[in-house]
């Protein structure tokens, strides 16, 4: 059943869902708010969509056009009304294709890629759910992350900066993805529930042909241990005016 939702920290901003489909979620309001964007990045692209969050996001932080894409045609559907609704039609261009098939005809193009990707490999059935589109965007079944990388280098100019969001459990194995790619890690952001608990959620970002050198950023903590919201988190709900 398709929906209007307000999007999180954004007034006046709203964004198609259905429940068909997963709702957004945190991951893409951190991917959307703490990716690096430059001043000199021209051409922005948001590998796995969905029906548009991060593109959404972004557009409060850059005027440069965003192209999304996604495989699954109803979330494309949903993402262009999304763009409509808030009139980001002359920045932000969906494209319903599969990201290793768009990669091909876009070689060294863009300066800044984005991704919020499916989290689990097929074989782990332990997240698996009944619906096909949802396990489409929680498993690797189009898209497992040696692939995403590669795709991620095909359409990076030089020195041009992917930014990813993932499970920290499995950071060593992206690490070791992105240098397979020659996308050198950059800057790595963990994301904890409170002090207390382990990171589950991790941001990190890398640069094509760049030398070595990674910065580790503070933490985000979501939580104190009261269960109140932190300072950080908070900030995350309030409006990013350009």
């Known amino acids: 059943m398709k929906r209007l939702d307000d999007v999180l920290g954004y007034k006046n901003m709203k964004i198609y869902q259905d429940s068909q489909f997963f709702s957004f979620s945190l991951d893409s309001i951190i991917l959307g708010n703490y990716s690096t ?5 021209k051409m922005i692209v948001d590998f796995c969509t969905g029906n548009g969050i991060i593109p959404l996001i972004l557009s409060r932080r850059t005027n440069k056009p965003i192209i999304g894409v996604e ?26 294709k599969d990201i290793k098939d768009y990669s091909l005809h ?3 193009e863009f300066d800044l890629v984005l991704c ?60 070791e993805e992105f240098r ?20 589950n959620l991790v941001l990190i970002e890398g640069q094509k042909s760049g030398n070595i050198g990674l910065k580790i950023d503070k933490p985000l903590i979501l939580y104190n241990l009261d269960g109140s919201i932190t300072e950080e988190y908070l900030k995350l709900q309030e409006e990013v005016i350009l």
């Open 71 to 96: 495989i699954q045609s109803k979330l494309c559907d949903l993402a262009n009304e999304t763009i409509l609704y808030n009139h980001l039609e002359n920045q932000i261009t969906i494209e319903c």
């Open 180 to 199: 397979k790619a020659n996308i050198e890690p950059k800057r790595i952001k963990f994301i904890y529930e409170n002090i207390h608990t382990m990171s």
């Open 106 to 108: 876009h070689l060294d």
């Open 37 to 41: 964007v430059r001043y000199r990045d």
């Open 116 to 175: 919020n990707p499916p989290y689990f490999k097929v074989e782990d059935v332990n997240f698996f759910h009944n619906s096909y589109e949802k396990r489409v965007a929680r498993h690797e079944i189009y898209l497992n992350l040696n692939e995403l990388c590669t795709c991620a280098k095909k359409v990076l100019k030089e020195h041009g900066t992917f930014c990813l969001v993932h499970r920290s459990d499995r950071l060593i194995e992206i690490i």
